[in-house]
């Protein structure tokens, strides 16, 4: 099974600053990593997809990269929406998806 | 527009059964993959299962394999998660969700609520 770890577990930020989650695979998945952000109480929202694409209608603040085992998450410029958990997920096994454990975004 | 509403959550005592029920509307149903993905109180989103479009191949994570059955009704545009022999571990709010060619999830339900508990 690929097992995805996520770094850090947790993260306070101000309003403003740029900030990095990264993501790492057990084994190479390509660039099948996506990204979501979840509030309390709601399903996900779907960020990224293959590594580094937008979904549509997420703001440009928003962007992935990475592929093979390493993987990042930045938000350029901290909003107030965008405080949240936010999760990596592995697509490259068809037989059995795999998320990171998340990392809580919270205000400094 | 695309809609996956789940149901047949509730409260239920340890090594009973349950079904769940995700309804799909807005897409040709028969024609994609669907997903199961829980998430206990508090805790992270967990891949559970997946059935492919004709419901002839499913897979499980290990923790739900042999317990829970994933099946799907084209006819009637609804997956199934059959739920046996539940623990207190299980509970947690099951998402349906829908992925895309890449395999990411822009498609999710609003999530049921299972509860194992005595």
């Known amino acids: 099974d690929i097992q995805m770890t996520q770094s850090p577990s947790s993260l306070s930020a101000s309003v403003g600053d740029r900030v990095t989650i990264t993501c790492r695979a057990s084994q190479s998945i390509s660039s099948y990593l996506n990204w979501y952000q979840q509030k309390p109480g709601k399903a996900p929202k779907l960020l990224i997809y293959?590594?580094?694409s937008l979904q549509n209608g997420v703001p440009s603040r928003f962007s992935g990269s990475g592929s093979g085992t390493d993987f990042t998450l930045t938000i350029s410029s901290l909003q107030p929406e965008d405080f949240a958990t936010y999760y990596c997920?592995?697509?490259?096994?068809?037989?059995?998806?795999?998320f990171g454990q998340g990392t809580k975004l919270e205000i400094k | 527009e695309v809609q996956l509403v789940e149901s047949g959550g509730g409260l239920v005592q340890p090594g009973g059964s349950l079904r769940l029920s995700c309804g799909a509307s807005g897409f040709t149903f028969s024609t994609y993959w669907m997903h199961w993905v829980r998430q206990a109180p508090g805790k992270g989103l967990v891949w559970v299962s997946r059935i492919n479009s004709d419901g002839t191949s499913t897979t499980y994570a290990d923790s739900v394999k042999g317990r829970f059955t994933i099946s799907r009704d084209n006819a009637k545009n609804t997956l199934y998660m059959q739920l046996n022999s539940l623990r207190a571990e299980d509970t947690a709010v099951y998402y349906c969700?829908?992925?895309?060619?890449?395999?990411?999830?822009?498609?999710w339900g609003q999530g049921t609520l299972v509860t194992v508990s005595s």
């Open positions: 969700a829908r992925p895309q060619n890449s395999g990411s999830y822009y498609y």
């Open positions: 997920q592995q697509s490259y096994s068809t037989l059995m998806y795999t």
């Open positions: 293959a590594a580094s």
